[in-house]
């Protein structure tokens, strides 16, 4: 018998899912829907096209048309699926024209993604409140940006960063609003965002931070005229929310699925209804270290996601075991990398730590180009694993992430890590790794 | 009481020994002697200096005068250590003028390094073959190179193809000749050695694998004037012998510590005497895949043991756990990285082996400047721990050596490494990590 597969939602875990479904079983019946018009594109990379480092929005394709004729997969966007009836293993959709269907499945994967959050300020619907989710969301930015003067982004995680970059790199005044007292609150701790507060700055952004938004002015048009922040008014011509998103669940609650952060799932990504996966920004996941249920919301997790559920509905039995957050971007010429706990987030977590700081060159002094690194390490005190680094560079960021997200996966210790083997050439890096050398200070410390 | 720590050897290992003697001893009183006049300088950036990518060779040093000066290390140059007295703890050393004293010592370490190797080839020692391994060295070969045309290499492993591109770049035509079947035979296996060897050919640098050098021709004024190799015979200016090292153990033998391959040394680089310590070149390593000794005659192990074997003079008790011969090196614009057992040294240590290999992109297709990341991961087939790795790309190679360096010795299997929370950002990585996949294929042979 042929096994229908049928996924809701093309961003990259919905898009990834597909692929990996038909990778698994070449004869299913696969069917994607979306209710948007373009799909399988990289949101990450949208602020990078903003700032004009990739040329065109055509690029960020991922998944293309092309790929899904090829792969046999039945795509019908613009449609949107009201109701998913768990008994029957049916879905019912409408399309553009409020055409009702009804899709039958074996399996089914819920990939409904994100909503952008409104923080409850007033004036945050007024029309030039702009938020970055989409390729449409994009557009609108750079037409605004074309006859604006200055923004104004509340919010400096990374994409509120990536967004303010791109922007002051088009030649406008750009200043950040971030209510928490420090920015990349959720990946950096306060002494680690510095150099990045710093980089900003010398980019000429304005960083407000400690600071709430209070209101958001408006004209009688509804036009965004200016922002109000703790007492201050700032005239801007137009805001962009980088507060985040929140997982959409709709679907999947009306269906009867159980919710908790987001939609809660084993790690085969299977639901609480039979035959019902969901995979990405909608699913909370288990966080590694603090077992505790979390919102990645990041394209890694997304991909690996759709990759397990893809492969689980066309029968595999695959597992996808947690999150430990890593994530890196690049602010400029500075690369920011994080994985695991910040010290923050392990108090949080009622986890006492040993901290290990260094500061390493990426390569040896005597060759030209090398830059400093920057390495926070962070260990539990009882038995010294690793739980979570912080690392600021110019270059060999995001490997030194992973490196050490393998560590804390295999359970090392800081005075295991502080001894592996790692390898040296004066073109590529120092004798002596900084990650090792800032394990070691903290192991010190237990 | 203070306590006197006596070094033989200004190398990596010995300076790195000194250095970190004095960190933890405050008081000591630390000699380090050395026969040569220059020491604490890079050997490895000596072909980076040739090929004019470091500007000159006083560049190289890592420890220079005034670090001995500042940190009150007793520096005797020129000065040979003729004997070692184990009983009565001290050693005889003349000075370059022929001078004998005795010096005291609570501990001893020895870093005594590595001589050149001479293959049993004849004409090896006619006056135009070179070695390169000291700041003389690389001078001789520059003033070489200046009057020449044409070198022929001996040897390709890590230095000879360094010193191969760096004499390409100067002009030169190149040739290198390797007696085993194919190029970097420690570091790779002949199928990942193919695009090295492309881009040695691209660069215009010829090469002879699974030939030997039969005999190196010399005029009567011992000028080389041609190398015969396999019945062919080839005209060239001047000679390098970069066929390897040998174990400089000759001191240490003579004083009855237990020689193996090197200087057989326990975790916390002690000798079968008490208190003398050997560290770098001279030792051999405890491999920890194969728990076999090894040379491992690397900068990074040198550096290492002697940062353990300093310490543990000065009263600590750190350890060296051994090695797994991460290296890498950057040929051309070509990265080449590798960790743990390639497919030959398995074979030789009977361990059967399962292996994913992966190409992947160092960043996403859509973000400019990304390149292909060639990854071969190899675990074995009883247990599917991660035994070694393999990576050749134009970027970021080094730190993903040390992503699986860390994977080995924590003892992840291929399973455990596929499954690592990695990051990714357009302008740094793409979303599956390639380690990762490559790991998974191996896993799914297992």
Not at 6 to 16: E, F
Not at 181 to 192: A, E, G, Q, R
Request: charged letters at 25%; aromatic letters at 4%; proline letters at 3%.
């Amino acid at each position: 018998m042929t096994r229908k597969i049928v996924i809701v939602g093309g961003g990259a875990a919905g898009s990834s899912a597909a692929s990996f479904a038909r990778k698994t079983d070449r004869k299913a019946e696969i069917t994607l829907i979306d209710k948007h018009k373009r799909i399988g594109y990289s949101r990450c990379g949208l602020p990078f096209v903003i700032g004009k480092e990739i040329p065109n929005y055509e690029e960020l394709t991922v998944y293309g048309h092309n790929f899904f004729k090829m792969s046999k997969i039945d795509l019908r966007l613009e449609t949107t699926v009201t109701e998913i009836e768990t008994k029957g293993k049916f879905l019912v959709a409408m399309d553009k024209n409020g055409t009702e269907s009804t899709i039958e499945y074996d399996s089914l994967i819920l990939a409904t993604g994100a909503k952008i959050f409104c923080p409850p300020i007033p004036g945050i619907d007024i029309k030039g409140v702009l938020p970055l989710r989409t390729i449409e969301d994009g557009l609108l930015i750079e037409k605004r940006a074309e006859n604006s003067k200055r923004v104004v982004i509340i919010g400096a995680g990374l994409i509120g960063l990536e967004i303010a970059v791109a922007l002051r790199e088009r030649g406008l005044e750009v200043i950040i609003v971030e209510m928490l007292p420090y920015i990349l609150p959720l990946v950096l701790d306060k002494d680690m965002a510095k150099d990045v507060t710093k980089e900003l700055t010398e980019l000429g952004i304005d960083i407000i931070t400690g600071a709430g938004c209070d209101e958001i002015l408006g004209t009688e048009e509804d036009e965004v005229i200016g922002v109000c922040v703790d007492g201050d008014t700032f005239h801007t011509d137009f805001v962009i929310n980088a507060t985040g998103v929140r997982a959409d669940v709709e679907l999947a609650r009306n269906a009867g699925i159980n919710i908790g952060k987001g939609i809660q799932v084993n790690e085969h990504m299977e639901t609480s209804i039979p035959d019902i996966y969901a995979v990405g920004d909608c699913v909370e996941c288990k966080h590694l270290i603090t077992g505790e249920y979390v919102l990645s919301q990041l394209g890694t997790t997304a991909t690996r996601q759709g990759l397990v559920a893809g492969r689980n509905a066309a029968g595999k039995r695959d597992i996808f075991p947690g999150v430990l957050m890593s994530s890196v971007t690049k602010i400029h010429g500075l690369e920011i990398g994080a994985t695991g706990l910040t010290k923050w987030a392990a108090d949080r977590a009622n986890i006492d730590v040993v901290i290990g700081k260094m500061t390493g060159h990426t390569k040896p002094h005597y060759f030209p180009g090398g830059s400093k690194v920057k390495v926070k390490v962070l260990a539990r005190k009882d038995d010294g694993r690793v739980i979570g680094a912080q690392i600021v560079a110019r270059e060999d960021v995001g490997h030194r992430v992973n490196m050490v997200a393998t560590a804390i996966q295999s359970h090392m210790t800081v005075n295991e890590l502080a001894k592996v083997d790692t390898c040296y050439a004066p073109p590529i890096a120092d004798t002596l790794e900084t990650i090792c050398l800032a394990a070691e200070l903290a192991a010190k410390k237990l």
